[in-house]
């Protein structure tokens, strides 16, 4: 069975272009989380959604960023525009259930804003 | 405070030896908890969960003290593939989000 799947797998842009990042959960799981990992903060739940709704989206930092889930095997993270503090790398993870089964990440964006 | 606090390490230790992480978590209500491991570059992945009862999976065991609000993992016999950072999640009651530690790294030693 396929796991989560990202793409694409490393992103290098200048500041201030749109960036957008794409993640297909595992199928038949109803939670998809996105996630920010930086040396500095580790790693930060940015919004996670369920059964394609939002239902959490406080650890999003600020209006540049946006997230949607359009169907159940499909959701984007979008930047615009992009700041060099925004370089870090982003992970999808989905999930079955109510929080009892843990999270299964995808391999991760590796963005860089220069 | 943060929600989930873990010691960063790193713990340096030789093969052979046994080594135990402890991370507390601020949110008395927290009903999930578990241990992830993330090898360098890589993704989180789910190593073990953590009952209340405690429990063990070959050299791995966790444990849950919810009065002192506090998960620990025990490695037996450490391997030099042990070599990882260890991230403590939690689950919030009600929530179905989980929370991260900033993880305590692990050198094994040959």
């Known amino acids: 069975d396929a796991g989560v799947i990202q793409s694409p797998r490393h992103e290098v842009t200048e500041m201030g272009q749109e960036v957008t990042l794409r993640c297909k959960p595992i199928?038949?799981?109803?939670?998809l989380f996105w996630y920010r990992q930086t040396m500095m903060r580790g790693l930060e739940l940015l919004i996670y959604?369920?059964?394609?709704?939002?239902?959490?989206d406080s650890g999003m930092p600020e209006d540049r960023f946006s997230a949607k889930m359009p169907n159940a095997s499909f959701s984007t993270l979008k930047i615009q525009p992009s700041e060099p503090r925004d370089s870090a790398v982003y992970f999808c993870?989905?999930?079955f259930g109510s929080g009892s089964s843990g999270a299964f990440f995808g391999q991760g964006t590796r963005l860089t804003v220069v | 405070r943060k929600e989930v606090e873990q010691d960063p390490g790193p713990f340096n230790v030789p093969e052979g030896a046994t080594v135990a992480f402890n991370c507390t978590y601020s949110?008395?209500?927290?009903?999930?908890f578990f241990w992830y491991r993330q090898d360098c570059r890589k993704e989180p992945k789910l190593l073990m969960s953590?009952?209340?009862s405690g429990n063990e999976d070959g050299r791995f065991t966790a444990q849950l003290n919810r009065a002192s609000q506090y998960i620990s993992l025990l490695i037996r016999d450490s391997k030099l593939s042990d070599s990882a950072t260890y991230l403590c999640?939690?689950?919030?009651?009600?929530?179905?989000?989980?929370?991260f530690g900033t993880g305590t790294r692990l050198k094994v030693l040959a």
């Open positions: 959604f369920n059964n394609n709704v939002p239902i959490d």
């Open positions: 993870a989905s999930s």
């Open positions: 953590v009952y209340s």
């Open positions: 949110n008395s209500a927290s009903q999930s």
């Open positions: 199928s038949g799981h109803d939670y």
């Open positions: 999640v939690v689950s919030p009651s009600g929530t179905y989000k989980y929370i």
